[in-house]
C-alpha cells in the first residue's frame, strides 16, 4: 500500500524517495515479473504473519534482505540476509554486501538464487495442503495418503 506520511518523510530525509516504487495491486504474472528484474528485495517488517514476499522474492531467484524477526528467520533460513529493523547501518551494509557479491562474484551470486529458488520450495501450496492434510489424518485417527510430488 502507499506509504505513510512518516514513512515519506523517512524515505524522503535519507535521499531514497525519488528511487522507491511503490506498486498497486498487480496480478500474479506482473508480480513474479517484477521479483525477476529486481537486483534484491527488502522487507524491513516490524511483524509478519506469514511472510508471502519473502517466499515471493526467493522463488523468483532473488535474493533478500529482511528484518531480524522469528517469523521471517523462520522462512528464510540461510537464504536470506537479515538486519535489525532500526538499524540504518547494518541495512546499509547487508544491501551493499550483497550488490558487491553480485557485481564481483558471480558464482557465488548464482549460488545465493538457486539457495532461495530450493528454500522456497518448502513453501509451495501443494507441500502446505499435504502439511493440513496429514495434520487432520492425525486428530482423525487415520493414515495420512501418500504424497504427491507434483505442484498443483
Known amino acids: 500500500g502507499p506509504f505513510t506520511g512518516e514513512q ?15 506498486l498497486p495491486f498487480v496480478d500474479r504474472a506482473t508480480l513474479a ?16 504473519g506469514f511472510g508471502l514476499p519473502l517466499v515471493e522474492s526467493l522463488a523468483a531467484g532473488t535474493p533478500m534482505v529482511a528484518s531480524d524477526i522469528a517469523v521471517l528467520r523462520e522462512l528464510g533460513g540461510d537464504a536470506v540476509s537479515y538486519a535489525p529493523l532500526a538499524d540504518v547501518g547494518q541495512w546499509r551494509h547487508a544491501i551493499l554486501s550483497l550488490l558487491a557479491e553480485r557485481d564481483h562474484s558471480p558464482e557465488r551470486w548464482r549460488a545465493r538464487k538457486a539457495a532461495g529458488v530450493e528454500r522456497a520450495k518448502e513453501f509451495s501450496w501443494s507441500e502446505y495442503a499435504a502439511r493440513v492434510a496429514e495434520v487432520y489424518c492425525a486428530v482423525a485417527g487415520r493414515p495420512a495418503r501418500a504424497r504427491q510430488t507434483a505442484d498443483v
Open 8 to 22: 515519506r518523510a523517512r524515505a524522503r530525509d535519507l535521499g531514497v524517495l525519488d528511487a522507491i516504487v511503490v
Open 33 to 48: 515479473a517484477v521479483y525477476r528484474r529486481a537486483s534484491l528485495t527488502l522487507l524491513p517488517s516490524e511483524r509478519e
